[in-house]
């Protein structure tokens, strides 16, 4: 029962700022690990960001980092991506997870262990 619905995406010119938003509903307050993943057309899926629910630990991909910033809101079970300083290669569909895989580092992975996805958010950055 548990949904992720992400909104937020839109058109940007490169340099611009967006913020990604994902409502989690069908719980009762996070758990495990979320996650940010993009994929464009004809690409491979990346992870992008994830963030530790219980204790707020975060991870991110070298392509973003220091850019982008994930971060939740337990009164509203909701979870943030804050995209700044965007480039016309973040171009993508930005994709909500949720799951409970091992952690590594004390950190979320940004690949495997995500089975609840949300319908995907488009981001299109211009040059």
């Known amino acids: 029962q548990v949904q992720l619905v992400e909104s937020g995406g839109g058109s940007v010119q490169a340099g611009g700022s967006l913020t990604l938003s994902c409502a989690v509903s069908g719980v009762t307050y996070l758990r495990g690990c979320m996650a940010w993943f993009r994929q464009a057309p004809g690409k491979e899926r990346e992870g992008v960001a994830t963030i530790r629910t219980r204790g707020g630990h975060t991870n991110y991909a070298d392509s973003v980092k220091g850019r982008f910033t994930i971060s939740q809101d337990n009164a509203k079970n909701t979870v943030y991506l804050q995209m700044n300083s965007l480039k016309p290669e973040d171009t993508a569909m930005y994709y909500c997870?949720?799951?409970?895989?091992?952690?590594?580092?004390?950190?979320?992975?940004?690949?495997?262990?995500?089975?609840?996805w949300g319908q995907g958010t488009q981001v299109t950055v211009s040059s």
């Open positions: 997870a949720a799951g409970f895989p091992l952690y590594v580092n004390g950190t979320c992975p940004l690949a495997h262990g995500y089975n609840n």
